[in-house]
Each structure stands twice: as structure tokens, then as C-alpha cells.
């Protein structure tokens, strides 16, 4: 029988916002795989660092380009695509051979999560189980101490990717904004925000829930250089008894 993938959600950063059943899920997985770029740890395997079993196989899937080449670039896609196919394939091989497979994922695994990617090609021809773990977002809310959401609210959530009109346009129109996936797209943000009348409500907060965190209003940053795991939010205002 072939065995199982799991993809694991490992939660934002802090070992001890793992579930019980994130952390029994990889202490039992014969195989444990993971995302990062080239030459990096990655983040979900220093989270997983004390749960993972000694006889495990590791299999770390390194992407072939984070931000070498533009988002809107098809080259970008192109490689992509192809980085996906193959990490299928890697762990086609260990199910078809029996073992189960942790694929050990930041967050939430259905959340903006390279683990969709190879859910979507596995699950035809693997049962696939997935484990929910507390998004980046969620923790970031709670390191901040920022309440983002009261009454009626709507909460938006958009990546930095977007083009600078489509996130003044959407943040115009939203009570409560998250901003995800910065790095280079700050500067382009942080003039969104302006036009959307939100930049002085806005937080930035940089490695949250880990060591390192970062926590401050955006218009303290002063144009500083943002890393692409980090976020923004603009907390509601809402209706309130």
C-alpha cells in the first residue's frame, strides 16, 4: 500500500504554537520533508527542529529561485512550475515505496502555502491529509496585541504583489487589512496605504512570534528595507458595545 503525505502547518514561528497534533504527526513520519531556498535551514524545519524522530529521512526541496527573478515574470512561473513537478515526484517515490511523508509547512498549509502546490499533484494518486497549524497572520496579531477585527468588520487580506492600484483600491474599501509577502514590494505598500487613508493605522511587524520579532507603526520604519516574510496590518475600528 502506498503511504500517506501529510502537510503539516508548524504555525507561525514559535515552537511552542505547534499543535499536539502537528507535533505527534512528524515524531511518527518515516519521512520528513520541507521547503527553503538554497543554502538556507528554512523556517518550518528549525520550528520542527525538536520533534523530528533520528532514524527520519530529511528531505529538504529547495527552491530553484526566490527573488532572482521578478513575480510577473514567466521565467519565474516557468521554473517554478518545474521545482513543483519535480518535488512531487521526490516524494511520489517514497509513498509508492509505503512510507508516510511529513511535509512540514509555516503556518497554515492551505494558507498561501507551497504545500498546495504538490497537494494539488499528489492527491489523485495519494491519500493526502492535512494538518491545520496557526497562520503567520494569527500570530502576528497576537504578538502585536493589535485587535483586528470588531463587530462587523470585513478583514482583507492581500499580497504585496498586487499592482500599487489594485491595493489602494482594495484598501479603500476594507475595515481591517493584513498586507503579506513584503520584501521589495514595501515601498509600493506603503504609497497604497497613503492613498487608502490607512498609513498611520498600519503595523509593521517582521519575524513574529520568533526570535528576532520586530514590531512597530510602518510610519517608523522610514523607508527601511522590509524581508519578504513580513507583514502589515491595519486593525478595525468597528462597531463595539
Not at 509505503?98 to 489523485?124: I, N, T
Request: aromatic share 10%; glycine share 10%.
Amino acid at each position: 500500500m502506498s503511504g500517506v503525505l501529510y502537510g503539516v502547518g508548524l504555525g507561525p514561528g514559535d515552537p511552542e504554537l505547534v499543535t499536539i497534533k502537528a507535533a505527534r504527526l512528524v515524531r511518527e513520519a518515516p519521512v520528513v520533508a520541507w521547503f527553503a531556498k538554497k543554502g538556507r535551514r528554512g523556517h518550518a524545519r528549525a520550528i520542527a527542529d525538536g520533534f523530528i524522530a533520528f532514524a527520519a529521512e530529511q528531505v529538504p526541496l529547495y527552491y530553484p529561485v526566490t527573488t532572482e527573478i521578478p513575480f510577473a515574470d514567466a521565467a519565474y512561473e516557468q521554473a517554478l512550475a518545474r521545482f513543483y513537478e519535480e518535488s512531487a515526484d521526490a516524494l511520489a517515490k517514497r509513498l509508492d515505496g509505503g512510507a508516510d511523508v511529513a511535509l512540514l509547512c509555516e503556518g497554515d498549509p492551505m494558507f498561501y502555502g507551497s504545500f498546495m502546490h504538490l497537494y494539488e499533484r499528489l492527491r489523485p494518486r495519494y491519500r493526502v491529509e492535512v494538518c491545520a497549524g496557526v497562520s503567520g497572520m494569527s500570530g502576528c496579531f497576537a504578538a502585536s496585541g493589535q485587535t483586528m477585527t470588531w463587530g462587523d468588520d470585513v478583514l482583507t487580506v492581500l499580497p504585496g504583489t498586487l499592482s500599487e492600484q489594485d491595493l489602494a483600491t482594495r484598501l479603500a474599501t476594507t475595515d481591517a487589512a493584513v498586507v503579506m509577502k513584503l520584501g521589495a514590494n514595501l515601498p509600493k505598500v506603503e504609497r497604497a496605504l497613503r492613498t487608502a487613508g490607512l498609513f498611520e493605522r498600519a503595523v509593521y511587524i517582521e519575524r513574529g512570534t520568533m526570535p528576532g520579532e520586530r514590531i512597530l507603526p510602518l510610519a517608523r520604519l522610514a523607508g527601511a528595507s522590509a524581508p519578504y516574510f513580513s507583514m502589515i496590518l491595519v486593525p478595525g475600528n468597528g462597531r463595539r458595545p
